[in-house]
């Protein structure tokens, strides 16, 4: 991708009919078929904002402050360490891999019996959790919701592609989806594309 900085001076050539009497042409609207497409493109980013902000990003809102709101909790049971007893809480990250890595061992290969209890203990309260975001999950419907997000994107950003592919046969046109283009995008353009333009309205062969 390249800035469109290039396109004021090439567009601007015209003027100097001697020096480059083949690009000088006669303004005229943009193609019909160029303009449906821009259209199409607008419509598709429409849709593409008032479901993103008007729809998923309110429910992922509501989500994640349900999901932060669960309560954490520690275990009944004890383990002494370092002559203290000790609790297992699901808000320590380093408790809840101990919890897990405890699943997957040996009975009796852990630090003490009570440990032991102490993890398993953990790893309910884990799975309760775990339990209670699933239903907010699908109270909320936000993996659905962004994979529609994600989709109308895609469709978005295939109209624009459309758009700036489109085989301009003159100069209005150029202008036209350089133009759409640059505002969508920041000022970039594909500097490849926009020299087959070009080419084309001088008469050139275009591959």
Known sequence: MRSLAILPAMIAMPAVASAAPMLVCTSTAP????????????????ASDRHHFEVYEPAHKAWKEAIEAIPHCKTVATYTYLG???RMSTANPSHVSAAKFAASSKPGSLYSAEYETACAELLKRMKQRDAKRAKITARY????LAAESDRLAEVRDHAIDAVERFPAATISDVIAKAQMVADETDGTFN???????LRRIA????A
């Open 203 to 206: 008469g050139e062969a275009v």
């Open 31 to 46: 193609s019909a078929e160029l303009v449906a497409l821009i259209d199409a493109y607008h419509h598709a980013s429409a």
């Open 191 to 197: 500097i490849d594309i926009l020299l087959a333009d």
């Open 141 to 144: 419907d936000v993996i659905a």
């Open 84 to 86: 203290e007893p000790q």
